[in-house]
């Protein structure tokens, strides 16, 4: 069964930029939605971004307003890995950050649309 691995989660100052990446471990995610979602203690999961992905190439992106034009999603290695370039952090940025997969049509925003997740990495944004 696929399984998904994220890192480069890392505490960094307001401004800054970081990359977080995903990978598929034990499976291929080439027709699948891969998406990153976020979030704090005590709130619900946030979709933040969204790539619909049908071998050969990247259909769709999609992003939460409150990253839109600071956020990048690419898809590389077959679609096999998920990098999130984040880029003028916010202090309101810091959470757990998931990569989630699935293999429906939609690829929303919605944590419904996915049926694989990673652990999650941290990210933390302070000024």
């Known amino acids: 069964q696929m399984q998904l691995a994220e890192s480069g989660g890392a505490a960094v100052k307001v401004g800054e930029s970081l990359k977080l990446s995903c990978a598929t471990v034990?499976?291929?995610?080439?027709?699948?939605?891969m998406a990153w979602f976020r979030q704090v203690p005590g709130k619900q999961r946030e979709g933040v971004a969204t790539?619909?992905?049908?071998?050969?190439?990247?259909?769709?992106?999609a992003y939460h307003d409150s990253v839109k034009g600071r956020f990048f999603v690419i898809r590389s290695n077959g679609g096999n890995i998920m990098d999130l370039q984040m880029n003028a952090l916010k202090p309101e940025d810091s959470a757990m950050y998931y990569c989630?997969?699935?293999?429906?049509?939609?690829?929303?925003?919605?944590?419904?649309?996915?049926?694989?997740w990673g652990q999650g990495t941290q990210v933390t944004v302070s000024s």
């Open positions: 034990g499976g291929t995610a080439e027709s699948y939605c």
């Open positions: 790539t619909n992905f049908r071998r050969p190439r990247v259909y769709s992106t």
């Open positions: 989630a997969a699935g293999a429906g049509t939609h690829c929303g925003l919605e944590t419904a649309d996915y049926n694989t």
